[in-house]
T-cell receptor, first 110, second 121 residues
Framework: QSVLTQPPSASGTPGQRVTISCSGS????????IYWYQQLPGTAPKLLIY???QRPSGVPDRFSGSKSGTSASLAISGLRSEDEAEYHC???????????FGGGTKLTVL | QVQLVQSGAEVKKPGASVKVSCKAS????????INWVRQATGQGLEWMGW????????GYAQKFQGRVTMTRDTSISTAYLDLSSLRSEDTAVYYC??????????????WGLGTLITVSS
């Protein structure tokens, strides 16, 4: 069981906007920044969003992040077939003195 | 450009130990912590621990305490993960990734390609 809770799957059609949630607690998301990673099949994770809502250079502005209280969301607008991947959230946890990840959400582009 | 190059896949028997390496290039090795994260097939990411290459200080996830050791050789900018008393549940892809120690920076911004460790009799 992952400390951060994500829905196991999500889906959308090309051009649609989809959101993926990540729920935690006061010791992780409630106290620290949230991070999002995109993992294409058979590859290593890639940083998508850092510090809640910042995009590294090269990440399209179709990807955005937000955080409220002990929950966070990743939004993808103008969905494209190449967005089909697994998405993971992460945050530092004070109680565990370590990083915790969500279980991952598999996004399918229909 | 920043690169983390990991050692190759290994097959180990239950009870054995494995040592995985992660060679950093393209940045100052001591400027970022090295973390190890593993992923079993079809599962999520699981953080194992961190190491400060400058001081050698480490922090391990409670689940791996007593079985994991993270070390480094600063002369060749390489970090190592040692995992002992292997069992079948340790079969996974092991990634190294760097973190930047907080203050709103881009944590886990670069990852190695992963090393498949298979534990089988």
């Amino acid at each position: 069981q992952s400390v951060l809770t994500q829905p196991p799957s999500a889906s959308g059609t090309p051009g649609q906007r989809v959101t993926i949630s990540c729920s935690g607690s006061s010791s992780n998301i409630g106290s620290h920044n949230i991070y999002w990673y995109q993992q294409l099949p058979g590859t290593a994770p890639k940083l998508l969003i850092y510090a809640n809502n910042q995009r590294p250079s090269g990440v399209p502005d179709r990807f955005s992040g937000s955080k409220s209280g002990t929950s966070a969301s990743l939004a993808i607008s103008g969905l494209r077939s190449e967005d089909e991947a697994e998405y993971h959230c992460a945050a530092w946890d004070d109680s565990l003195s370590g990083w915790v990840f969500g279980g991952g959400t598999k996004l399918t582009v229909l | 450009q920043v690169q983390l190059v990991q050692s190759g896949a290994e097959v180990k028997k239950p009870g054995a130990s494995v040592k995985v390496s992660c060679k950093a290039s393209g940045y100052t090795f001591s400027s970022h912590d090295i973390n190890w994260v593993r992923q079993a097939t079809g599962q999520g990411l699981e953080w194992m621990g961190w190491m400060n290459p400058n001081s050698g200080n480490t922090g391990y996830a409670q689940k791996f305490q007593g079985r994991v050791t993270m070390t480094r050789d600063t002369s060749i900018s390489t970090a190592y993960l040692d995992l002992s008393s292997l069992r079948s549940e340790d079969t996974a892809v092991y990634y190294c990734a760097r973190t930047c120690r907080g203050n709103g920076c881009a944590e886990f911004d670069f990852w190695g390609l992963g090393t498949l460790i298979t534990v089988s009799s």
